[in-house]
């Protein structure tokens, strides 16, 4: 079951906050989040354990609800580098479950 | 340490025909995920294999298929080509089921 993402596109002028949602229908196991830009392949930012624990990288942090099965990306304070699409990727049932993507939500930072 | 190698990073394949697609992970890592891009439908989960072993499978058709070698490497097969198929397909390895890396894909064009 493919997780959903919203918004699916956002435009930030540098130095504003984004949120990035991701939910699933299923329980989750566990929550990665990637970043792609244009022609290059996805880099993985942080994975996140069931358990409602959140992580953090700089000013990218992301948080697990795992009852409502739902984590969100936070870009604070958000740089011209932080453009790209970002995808958030979920196993369901334990670590040897298919890791499934959502379609993704575009970032674009202007100045 | 060397990333995930993808080859050949471009092909181009007329309808009908088959088409072989090659892997290699991270030294040590041995789960090896193939996943299909193409715009608006994100990363389309395939196949993920670990230890030789196909652990896991997408909701593709037959014509795709894959194998992975004693040495980690894997490929996919994707026979009777049609035009739908063209995509970028990436793979990932990891070590265990954390963080997933990617390679830089092989965009297929079918024409």
């Known amino acids: 079951q493919q997780p959903v993402q919203s918004p699916q596109a ?18 989750l196991y566990s929550v990665h989040w990637y970043r792609q830009k244009h022609g290059e392949a996805p880099v993985f930012l942080m994975i996140l354990l069931k358990g409602g624990e959140q992580k953090g990288h700089e000013k990218i942090s992301a948080s697990f609800n795992e009852k409502k099965q739902q984590s969100s990306l ?35 930072v202007t100045l | ?19 072989t697609l090659s892997c290699s992970p991270i030294s040590g ?14 990363l389309q989960f ?10 896991n499978k997408g909701n593709f058709p037959g014509r795709f298929s894959g194998r992975q070698f004693s040495n980690s ?25 954390t963080e997933a890396f990617f390679g830089q894909g092989t965009r297929l064009t079918v024409v």
Not at chain 1, 92 to 99: P, R, Y
Not at chain 2, 1 to 19: M, S
Not at chain 2, 46 to 55: A, G, I, K, M, P
């Open chain 2, 73 to 97: 490497r894997s490929e996919m097969n994707v026979s009777t080509l049609e035009l739908g198929d063209s995509a970028l397909y990436l793979c990932a390895s990891s070590l265990d089921p």
């Open chain 2, 46 to 55: 395939l196949f993920e294999y670990f230890s030789e072993t196909q652990r």
């Open chain 2, 29 to 42: 890592h041995r789960s090896v995920s193939w996943y299909q891009q193409t715009p608006g439908q994100g």
């Open chain 2, 1 to 19: 340490k060397a990333g995930v190698t993808q080859t050949p990073r471009y092909l181009i394949k007329t309808r009908g025909q088959q088409v």
């Open chain 1, 74 to 108: 936070y870009l604070t304070a958000s740089q011209l580098s932080y453009s790209g699409t970002y995808f958030c990727g979920t196993r369901n049932t334990g670590t040897a479950s298919k890791l499934t993507f959502g379609t993704g939500t575009r970032l674009q």
């Open chain 1, 10 to 27: 956002v435009i930030l002028r540098e130095g504003e906050d984004a949120v990035i949602n991701c939910s699933s229908s299923k329980a």
